[in-house]
């Protein structure tokens, strides 16, 4: 049951709005394989946390350019994006869960550490661009999760308190992420089962899909 104190949703994106985490762990075990670099799945679920910038550091070195970074980075959210791009679809419920909040006034943020292709890719796919009050993006952080920046962020660009603010996420840095920022937290349980997620957080709420959620 949604709480009537609750005046924003903010959603994570990957794993949140779209069951895609498969396509960017294969994505990113490809565009490696490409530069002749070998990890273990083990290596990637330790390594993969944070905004682009960070992440690439952590498998090529801490030699990059900045602009090298970059590059990398374009190479690798491209490659997602193709391999994505057909199986694109909302979780089941989303959209018109979405609908109905809006229909209640309740303001609507995004919380990403995707870059703002992905995030047109994604919003402009599924069509819900015009549910979003505020919008950030992995650029727009200098610290990925779990640090709360990006969900305080997104409050401050709703003009709402953090603890207005009901989260929607799907990855144990998310969550602990919005939880960081005061936030009540919908657990996700496409990246993680259900009892993975219990085992991890004392969440009131967690869902498979957006046809479970009640106002």
Request: glycine share 6%; hydrophobic share 40%; charged share 25%.
């Amino acid at each position: 049951m949604i709480s009537p104190l609750i005046k924003a949703f903010i959603f994570d994106m990957d794993g949140t709005l779209i069951h895609n985490m498969e396509y960017h762990q294969l994505a990113f075990f490809e565009f490696l394989k490409r530069h002749t670099i070998s990890i273990t799945e083990a290596e990637y679920e330790q390594k993969n946390k944070g905004t682009i910038t960070e992440i690439i550091p952590r498998f090529f070195g801490d030699h990059l350019s900045h602009e090298q970074i970059t590059e990398l980075g374009e190479e690798k959210e491209t490659l997602y994006r193709e391999m994505y791009r057909p199986h694109l679809k909302p979780i089941e419920g989303l959209i018109e869960f979405l609908e109905e909040a809006k229909n209640k006034g309740i303001r609507i943020a995004l919380a990403t550490m995707g870059d703002q292709k992905n995030v047109q890719f994604t919003l402009a796919g599924l069509r819900i661009q015009h549910y979003f009050d505020a919008i950030v993006s992995g650029e727009e952080v200098k610290q990925g999760k779990p640090h709360p920046e990006v969900f305080q962020s997104a409050a401050a660009k709703l003009s709402v308190s953090p603890d207005h603010c009901l989260a929607f996420e799907d990855s144990v840095s998310g969550i602990t992420a919005a939880l960081a920022a005061n936030m009540q937290v919908v657990g996700i349980a496409t990246t993680h089962t259900p009892e993975e997620l219990r085992a991890l957080f004392q969440l009131p709420t967690i869902i498979k899909t957006y046809t479970e959620l009640h106002w």
